[in-house]
């Protein structure tokens, strides 16, 4: 499975932007997708992730009610639409794919190492 993203870019404080990522491969049929970000300087950490199957979706409490992210179809794209942006939402975005087998609870997908593919970076930049 390959993962790319795209559409970082620059923005203003309270602008928008967003993120797509599109899955090339074999998934399995119970995959999720998530969006983690790394501020320059710290770690990786989780924003959202959304369950193929249903829909289920999970937020870090820094994202909730501003970020969205939702499915395409039929491709195996993920969007990761981004709101009311702050400049503390500066960092390099990289979507990721867990491909189950099955569905586990929320702390599962807070964690980097539950995922088993990752696409490249793409840089958010939130500036005056």
């Known amino acids: 499975v390959q993962l790319q993203a795209f559409g970082g870019g620059l923005v203003q404080p309270g602008g928008s932007l967003r993120l797509s990522c599109e899955a090339s491969g074999r998934t399995s049929s119970s995959y999720a997708m998530g969006w983690f970000r790394q501020a320059q300087g710290k770690e990786r950490e989780f924003v959202a992730v959304?369950?193929?199957?249903?829909?289920?979706?999970y937020y870090s409490d820094s994202v909730k009610g501003r970020f969205t992210i939702s499915r395409g179809n039929p491709k195996k794209t993920v969007y990761l639409q981004m709101t009311s942006l702050k400049r503390e939402d500066t960092a390099v975005y990289y979507c990721?794919?867990?491909?189950?087998?099955?569905?586990?609870?929320?702390?599962?997908?807070?964690?980097?190492?539950?995922?088993?593919?990752w696409g490249q970076g793409t840089q958010v930049t939130v500036s005056s």
């Open positions: 959304v369950m193929w199957l249903g829909g289920t979706t």
């Open positions: 990721a794919a867990n491909m189950g087998p099955e569905y586990y609870s929320r702390p599962y997908y807070y964690r980097e190492g539950s995922y088993h593919y």
